[in-house]
């Protein structure tokens, strides 16, 4: 058999790729091709071959003539669209109706977007044919894509002069229409839009929107808003220039979200603030009758919402609001501080007296029209001070809340506002605690516990504006006592929540004296339970008495220099109870205050039989008419020298008697003023239907000037006190400072008091110095602390 032979194949060389029609035949073909594109007419024709066609003739080093050929094709078809699609679109211009411009605009909006439609179409079927040469040509050549090369003639032959000009010239003129109330075509302007901002001169730079369309808009508005914003000051009042100018932004806003590119937003705005808001806050303020201070008085609280969110827009906004909030507050203290001097001036000029509220206030005549009537429209006016800083405060406090957003720092500058006008009035820690107590005394009609509790947490409010703390504590003090010594407190809850209000505000330390008071109070109670058990099995005084003991660092002792001659009676019944108190407690020493005390006692008439609640002072002055026939008078020395009470107090005593509603005692000759000539009889024929009368004192409820300057003076002697304390508990701490460091701090520490001034401050150093509490150091800019014994009077303060 045979052997089969195994024969090599041939390698065949590589098959050369040529065309064997002509470049210029197969060129024509393609570029054919591409016309009919260009008519839309690419349905007829065949994808694949296309392809292929210039695949080839890129395989075949003709990516040259490919490349440079569709340019031009292209070129020409934006050229044909330019000249039949937009330039007959241009508006005339002759027509001054704006919604004839409206529509004119719009069709040339339109007809820009179409020729973009038909030209991003057909590129796009290029660019699939063409996709091996910008695979393989143009990154070899460094030259654009087929598809930016597409951008880059429309670019060029479309938004060109004057197409360009007219396309800008239609968007300004849209946009104007609209801002005057009409609508448009937001779609055409839109649509118009989308196209500028996808054509940029470089890849990397701005779009022509950020370069020629955007500048355009924003120089426009700002001439329009210029004017808009002078036209609608001269037409508007502030609360429709507000509504307006809201509007305005709104409408800008929507504007920009709808049709505009969102970065024209910003600068946008800018222009509205500029134009509408930041030069004009001040004249939107203060415009006459309509302004913010009308808004509040109104309550127009939306209009007020509406000025706020529209101010902080600005950064000049919410400074100027602040300011003008602060200015409206002030201006409204000072009318209110403003009314009550003028009354001041009456009750200086006075005598001061007025009828404690549930004595003789209700009484009528000519007493009633004479001695109460200054006094207690003076006290009418002081508590009517108070009300009305509360009620400013409240009105305040809801503009806040409910137009102001609750803002922190317009809060602020309102509590700011409040504190100046609080202590321009120097009467506003007496008027507090006036209207404090007002509140505070039994039987006040038409309140609730609820709501009196209330009215006292605003008064808390009003409180802490006041920097003079430590004098209120002084009235307060007085009307406390006042009140627990006559038995008026509305309720010893109601105190001792009042006192606990004063303890969060101020510390332990400011309400320690007057929860003595109540601690008193509560032992005195129980002392005299004491008493009366200790009487049943001893034999009692004719007359029955009731004791507050009172320790004298507690309670105010103002009324300590009033002293009268007690009757034989009553002197046995206070040395019964001294007797007691002292077995009891050893070491301490009991002083009667006369002057503080009150009694009942039955008067017989003529008519019948009367029970008289009285002071003290004014039963020892009845009791001498006791066994005085009803002819015989006393005379006003005779009644002095034996009561041995004062003139001041003799002459309030005898006025309550013989000069208010109730007259149990006649005066000769009749008149309205107790005089030391006077002379006095028993009124027998005195009648009233009531069987129990009380007798109120005449008495001063807001001070003098005598009694002002007097507790003034007191308040400073204490601040003196309370001012070295400070220095030497500071330098005992410290033992070296710098004479700033030291003011300052003294300063800091005494502030939740009263506000020292830094001189007063040096006097007390000086004065430390010179008892060897402090020395100069050598740089005399600072001090070492030297004493080791501290005065008794320093001691309650350290």
């Known amino acids: 058999m045979a052997a089969v032979r195994k024969v090599k194949p041939k390698i065949k060389p590589p098959k050369k790729h040529t065309l064997d029609p002509p470049t210029e035949e197969i060129w024509s073909r393609l570029a054919e091709n591409i016309r009919e594109i260009h008519n839309h007419n690419a349905s007829n024709l065949s994808f694949e071959e296309n392809y292929r066609i210039a695949y080839k003739m890129v395989l075949n080093k003709q990516g040259a003539l490919v490349y ?76 654009p894509e087929i598809w930016e090369v597409g951008l880059a003639l ?103 979200n709808h049709y505009l590119y969102s970065q024209t937003a910003n600068p946008l705005r800018a222009i509205l603030e500029n134009h509408l808001l930041t030069p004009n806050l001040l004249t939107i303020i203060n415009m006459p009758n309509s302004g913010m201070d009308i808004m509040i008085d109104l309550d127009k609280l939306q209009d007020l919402n509406r000025l706020y969110r529209l101010f902080i827009m600005v950064p000049t906004g919410l400074p100027t609001l602040r300011k003008a909030l602060k200015d409206s507050i002030a201006q409204r203290g000072r009318v ?72 922190r720092d317009i809060d602020s500058s309102m509590n700011e506002a409040f504190e100046d006008f609080v202590n321009l009035n120097e009467k506003a820690p007496e008027f507090i605690s006036l209207f404090i107590d007002e509140n505070l005394k039994k039987g006040l009609k038409g309140k609730t516990d609820i709501e009196v509790d209330a009215v006292l947490d605003k008064t808390i409010t009003v409180f802490r504006y006041v920097s003079e703390k430590d004098a209120f504590e002084r009235y307060y003090k007085n009307h406390l006592a006042k009140r627990l010594l006559l038995g008026r407190s509305v309720s010893d809850d109601a105190e001792r929540g009042m006192l606990a209000k004063l303890k969060v505000e101020c510390g332990y330390q400011f309400t320690q004296k007057l929860e003595g008071m109540f601690n008193d109070m509560k032992i005195s109670a129980d002392t005299m339970q004491a008493y009366r058990n200790h009487l049943e099995n001893t034999s009692a005084p004719d007359i029955e008495i009731s004791v507050i003991v009172m320790t004298s660092t507690f309670w105010p002792m103002s009324h300590s220099s009033a002293t009268c001659a007690l009757p034989e009676s009553l002197t046995k019944a206070c040395k019964s109870f001294e007797q007691f108190y002292l077995s009891r407690h050893s070491g301490r020493r009991l002083t009667w205050q006369s002057s503080l005390g009150n009694a009942d006692v039955r008067v017989t008439f003529k008519s019948r039989k009367h029970d008289l609640n009285v002071s003290t002072f004014a039963l020892v002055i009845l009791l001498l008419f006791e066994d005085l026939p009803d002819n015989e008078f006393l005379t006003y020395k005779e009644i ?90 500071i330098m005992k701490d410290r033992k070296h400072m710098t004479h700033n460091e030291l003011v300052n701090e003294v300063t800091r520490q005494l502030a939740s008091r009263f506000q020292p001034n830094p001189l007063s401050i040096k006097k007390r150093i000086e004065g430390l110095i010179d008892r060897e509490y402090l020395e100069r150091c050598e740089d005399r800019k600072s001090y070492n602390y030297l004493c080791i014994y501290i005065a008794p009077e320093h001691l309650p303060y350290i």
């Open 154 to 256: 429309f670019l060029k032959h479309i938004i060109r002069p004057p197409i360009q000009q007219h396309l800008i010239s239609a968007v300004l003129s849209l946009i104007q229409i609209e801002r005057d109330g009409y609508v448009i075509s937001r779609s055409a302007v839109k649509e118009c839009v989308d196209v500028f901002l996808q054509l940029g001169v470089d890849h990397d730079g701005p779009s022509i929107y950020k370069r020629d369309l955007e500048p355009s808009v924003l120089e426009s508005s700002e001439a329009f808003y210029s004017n808009e914003g002078k036209r609608l000051l001269e037409s508007c009042d502030a609360p429709e220039y507000l509504r307006r100018v809201e509007a305005r932004f709104d409408s800008e806003q929507d504007r920009t």
């Open 336 to 407: 209110i501080n403003q009314a009550s001097l003028s009354a001041d001036g009456d009750q200086d000029s006075g005598d001061g007296g007025a009828t404690e509220p549930g004595d003789s206030a209700k009484g009528k005549g000519k007493a009633k029209a004479r001695a109460p009537g200054i006094g207690s429209q003076t006290l009418t006016l002081a508590l009517k001070w108070v009300q009305d800083v509360l009620d400013l405060k409240d009105k305040f406090d809801h503009v806040w809340k409910q137009a102001l957003r609750s803002d």
């Open 640 to 729: 002095k020298e034996a009561t041995s009470i004062v003139d001041v107090e003799l002459q309030r005593h005898l006025q309550s008697l013989a000069c208010a509603k109730y007259k149990i005692l006649k005066k000769h000759p009749p008149g309205r003023d107790v005089d030391s000539t006077d002379s006095f009889s028993f009124n027998s024929d005195f009648t009233c239907p009531m069987q129990k009368i009380k007798i109120g004192t005449i008495a001063s409820k807001v001070e003098t000037v005598d009694e002002r300057k007097e507790t003034r003076d007191k308040i400073e002697e204490e601040r003196r006190l309370q001012t070295e304390a400070c220095i030497v508990r």
């Open 68 to 143: 440079d050929g569709v340019r031009q094709l292209v070129a020409e078809n934006v050229d044909r669209l330019a000249k039949n699609e937009i330039i007959p679109a241009f508006p005339s211009g002759a027509n001054d109706d704006p919604m004839q411009q409206s529509q004119e605009g719009e069709l040339l909006l339109k007809a820009l977007r179409r020729v973009w439609d038909d030209h991003t179409g057909n590129m796009s079927k290029l660019r699939d044919i063409l996709k091996y040469m910008d695979r393989v040509y143009t990154k070899a050549h460094d030259v």
